[in-house]
């Protein structure tokens, strides 16, 4: 006989916003290729088996097929990490990555039953009469689950506070936003197992993770800015024209803090012409690192034309987005028509 109970059912309707997240932060990846939207992609899916296997191991009356729960779990912390680390930092933290690795082997090790492996280890959940819509986590097991969450919910606040202090004004709501959804899937769940409101409403803590993630997806996809306020901090970008020295297009997005912005810029340009000058490869996106930024250039094959990007360091998607504005501005220069405007909301929509 199948346990239709109220866990059940919600945790079945707590599907459908779960994975029309991670539906719509796919597309969104497909679209426009950021790199924060796959990590976030992985996330979503993750979360979303974590409530569809919780849903039928409760059906079935299965702790078996709940354990895969606990083990989507160990794949979201990783996909987490990498999300944090995306929109907070220019690199992967080696260190987090590998306090969650050895976290999950825990947790791994403490789920099986050594003695008769590949069994579960049957004393890792307590179950009197049925499994509960939350099951009841037992001795180290137990321990280990809670510390995993703990610190995957502690690595993401972090990232959503960090996001949240350093962003501008106009869009604090959407930041806001992230951070309540933050705490919807990750604070509200863990403090809730410490409670009994769980027994009192069956599926309040999937609700509560559904709902979350899909606050979060929805503000990341509409305000692709907030993705991007850390870690990478554009200064400006230009189009110049090497034959006649002039500057034919400029946007500063950000003030270089430095005594002199302006000085730095045209000792900028002259290191790029001088590179330009000896440049025998044209048509690749090229680096200068200074104390101060790093200036990303491309020349044209055919035109004495360059475009450089001035920002505190460089990324994978703002190559990318860069070297399209390039192709644009050079196919655009030999039609006589450049809109610099236009084709900055087109490929840099994300700088905040």
Not at 165 to 185: A, D, E, M, Q, R
Not at 236 to 252: A, G, V
Not at 291 to 310: N, Q, W, Y
Request: glycine share 4%.
């Amino acid at each position: 006989m199948l346990n239709w109970s109220i866990g059940v059912i919600v945790g079945f309707i707590g599907f459908i916003p779960a994975f029309f997240a991670f539906t719509i932060t796919v597309i969104q990846y497909f679209k426009d290729k950021y790199d924060h939207l796959r990590y976030l992609a992985g996330m979503w899916f993750f979360l979303s088996i974590w409530i569809l296997f919780q849903g039928i191991s409760d059906l079935f009356l299965s702790i078996e097929l709940h354990f895969v729960c606990f083990y989507a779990l160990i794949a979201f912390s990783f996909f987490g990490n990498l999300a944090v680390d995306t929109l907070t930092r220019d690199s992967v933290d080696l260190l987090k990555m590998i306090i969650t690795t050895i976290i999950s082997c825990f947790v791994i090790y403490f789920s099986l039953d050594l003695e008769n492996f590949p069994a579960f280890n049957p004393e890792a959940i307590i179950v009197e009469n049925a499994v509960s819509s939350y099951p009841t986590m037992a001795g180290n097991f137990r321990i280990a689950v809670l510390i995993q969450s703990i610190w995957l919910v502690s690595v993401a606040v972090y990232g959503s506070l960090k996001i949240f202090i350093h962003t501008p004004k106009k869009l604090k709501i959407h930041s806001s936003l992230n951070l309540f959804g933050t705490y919807l899937w990750g604070i509200q769940p863990i403090w809730l197992q410490f409670t009994t409101l769980e027994q009192k409403y069956p599926g309040i803590a999937t609700a509560s993770m559904s709902l979350g993630i899909l606050l979060i997806a929805i503000v990341f996809v509409k305000n692709p800015k907030l993705a991007y306020i850390l870690p990478v901090k554009v200064y400006r970008i230009l189009i110049h024209n090497t034959k006649t020295e002039k500057t034919i297009f400029k946007h500063d997005w950000n003030r270089l803090n430095i005594n002199s912005s302006e000085d730095f810029f045209s000792r900028m340009m002259q290191s790029i012409n001088t590179v330009f000058e000896k440049t025998i490869s044209k048509g690749n996106i090229r680096e200068i690192g200074f104390d101060e930024a790093i200036a990303t250039f491309k020349v044209s094959k055919d035109l004495p034309l360059v475009c450089a990007l001035i920002s505190s360091h460089s990324s994978i998607t703002l190559r990318k987005a860069f070297n399209k504005f390039a192709d644009d501005v050079f196919c655009n220069f030999e039609n006589n028509e450049i809109n610099g405007r236009a084709l900055l909301e087109k490929h840099f929509p994300f700088i905040p």
